[in-house]
Nanobody, 124 residues
Framework: QVHLVESGGALVQAGGSLRLSCGAS????????MGWYRQAPGKEREVVAT???????YYAESVKGRFTVSRDNAKSTLYLQMDSLRQEDTAMYYC??????????????????WGQGTQVTVSS
């Protein structure tokens, strides 16, 4: 059974940094792409960043240059380093893994595996 557990969300001031983690189990983490999505109140869930099994990275325009996605295959853990945080980054952040073999992806959908989310709140 696939389990994704996010952590690291917090209340932080604008300009600050946070590092999110996603512990994964129940599937072949090292062979698959992974992703981070976020959903702000009243808005649709949107992709933040994805990383392939070969470490190719994709970022949404809104976070390019500020966020960095990475993975540690030995620990089956996905990370999202978030710097220069802005109020508009306030959202619930979700980790996502593919259902089935998917070595690379820039989008995931509802049929994939999702974590429960971790809340990031950026204050002014």
């Amino acid at each position: 059974q696939v389990h994704l557990v996010e952590s690291g969300g917090a209340l932080v001031q604008a300009g600050g940094s946070l590092r999110l983690s996603c512990g994964a189990s129940g599937f072949s983490f090292r062979f698959n792409a992974m992703g981070w999505y976020r959903q702000a109140p009243g808005k649709e869930r949107e992709v933040v960043a994805t990383i392939s099994n070969a470490d190719s990275k994709y970022y949404a325009e809104s976070v390019k240059g500020r966020f960095t996605v990475s993975r540690d295959n030995a620990k089956s853990t996905l990370y999202l380093q978030m710097d220069s945080l802005r109020q508009e980054d306030t959202a619930m952040y979700y980790c996502v893994a593919p259902k089935g073999f998917k070595p690379a992806a820039i989008r995931f959908d509802e049929s994939d595996y999702w974590g429960q989310g971790t809340q990031v709140t950026v204050s002014s």
